[in-house]
């Protein structure tokens, strides 16, 4: 092979190897250019369930178990049965929708009106007897 003929092989290496890169470029420009809307990935999820019990039962009970009762293992899921940090109404609220530790925020996933009704069904419920219901305008002022 002559000295010329190499280097000509190696500049058609080069450009095939740049144009390879340019499509998948291309390709990667394309997938980028699809709407938002037809993406897999939703732009967040919210959960459907209206009343506090169909909402503690799919939302809270995983933690906090059936009972109210929590659980302590691999984390430590604190009881709500009974739970004089009930008492004050707003405190619940801020905790469901800002999280507190290991305990996640769920404001974005919860209208104000879920968010009251899962706070009122568990302040009167698991031996809690809290009647002084909470209202979606507490739960709006409790939002960051
Ligand atoms: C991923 C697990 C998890 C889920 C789901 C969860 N919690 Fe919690 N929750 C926790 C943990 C952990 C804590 C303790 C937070 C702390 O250390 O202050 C907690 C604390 C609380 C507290 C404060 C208790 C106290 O005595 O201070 C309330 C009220 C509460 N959760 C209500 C709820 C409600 C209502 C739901 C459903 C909307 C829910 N939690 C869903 C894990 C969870």
């Given at each position: 092979?002559?000295?010329?003929?190499?280097?000509?092989?190696?500049?058609?290496?080069?450009?095939?190897?740049?144009?390879?890169?340019?499509?998948?470029?291309?390709?990667?420009?394309?997938?980028?250019?699809?709407?938002?809307?037809?993406?897999?990935?939703?732009?967040?999820?919210?959960?459907?369930?209206?009343?506090g019990?169909?909402?503690?039962?799919?939302?809270?009970?995983?933690?906090?178990?059936?009972?109210?009762?929590?659980?302590?293992?691999?984390?430590?899921?604190?009881?709500?049965?009974?739970?004089?940090?009930?008492?004050?109404s707003?405190?619940?609220?801020?905790?469901?929708?800002?999280?507190?530790?290991?305990?996640?925020?769920?404001?974005?996933?919860?209208?104000?009106?879920?968010?009251a009704a899962?706070v009122n069904y568990?302040r009167t419920?698991?031996?809690?007897?809290y009647q002084d219901a909470v209202t979606?305008?507490d739960?709006?002022?409790?939002?960051?």
């Amino acid at each position: 092979m002559t000295h010329a003929n190499c280097k000509l092989r190696t500049a058609l290496a080069i450009a095939i190897a740049v144009v390879l890169s340019l499509s998948s470029c291309m390709a990667y420009a394309q997938s980028a250019a699809v709407p938002a809307s037809t993406l897999a990935l939703s732009t967040g999820f919210k959960f459907v369930e209206m009343s506090g019990e169909e909402l503690f039962v799919n939302v809270c009970r995983g933690c906090h178990m059936s009972d109210g009762k929590g659980a302590a293992g691999a984390g430590t899921y604190p009881s709500l049965a009974g739970n004089r940090n009930l008492e004050a109404s707003g405190y619940p609220v801020h905790v469901v929708v800002n999280g507190q530790r290991g305990m996640p925020p769920f404001g974005a996933m919860m209208s104000d009106d879920q968010v009251a009704a899962v706070v009122n069904y568990l302040r009167t419920h698991f031996d809690n007897n809290y009647q002084d219901a909470v209202t979606a305008e507490d739960v709006k002022i409790v939002r960051r």
